[in-house]
C-alpha cells in the first residue's frame, strides 16, 4: 500500500501564496512522475504541474505563476503558487506513479485525499 498527505492548503487572498506539501510513504518501489491536479466544484479534475526527474510540466493557467519541486530522499513533491487566483480555487490532489517491479508491466497510479484551496477576492 502507498499513502499520499497533502498538506498546505488554506484560505488566501487574491495575489498571496501558497505551498502545497505532499508526502509518499508505505510500499514504494521506485517512483517516477508526482504530480498535482485540482478540481473545482463542477468541473472536471484537472492536470496543474507534475515533475518527472528534472522535467517538469504546467497547465497553460498557471505557467509562471506555480512551480513545482521534489524532495526524492524525503519523497515529497511541493507546488508553490504564487500570485493565486480566485480560479485557482479547488480541491488540490496529489498523484503518484509508480514504476512495477517486472519491467513491462504498467505503472501504478496513486491519489492523495485532497487539500482544499480557496482564493478570495
Known amino acids: 500500500q502507498v499513502q499520499l498527505v497533502e498538506s498546505g492548503g488554506g484560505l488566501v487572498q487574491a495575489g498571496g501564496s501558497l505551498r502545497l506539501s505532499c508526502a509518499a510513504s508505505?510500499?514504494?518501489?521506485?517512483?517516477?512522475?508526482m504530480g498535482w491536479y485540482r478540481q473545482a466544484p463542477g468541473n472536471q479534475r484537472e492536470l496543474v504541474a507534475s515533475?518527472?526527474?528534472?522535467?517538469?510540466v504546467y497547465a497553460a493557467s498557471v505557467k509562471g505563476r506555480f512551480t513545482i519541486s521534489r524532495d526524492n530522499a524525503k519523497q515529497t513533491v511541493y507546488l508553490q503558487m504564487n500570485s493565486l487566483k480566485p480560479e485557482d480555487s479547488g480541491v488540490y490532489h496529489c498523484?503518484?506513479?509508480?514504476?512495477?517491479?517486472?519491467?513491462?508491466?504498467?505503472?501504478?497510479?496513486?491519489w492523495g485525499q485532497g487539500t482544499l484551496v480557496t482564493v478570495s477576492e
Open positions: 508505505g510500499n514504494i518501489f521506485s517512483i517516477n512522475t
Open positions: 498523484k503518484l506513479w509508480m514504476r512495477a517491479p517486472r519491467v513491462n508491466d504498467p505503472q501504478f497510479e496513486y
Open positions: 515533475i518527472t526527474g528534472i522535467s517538469t
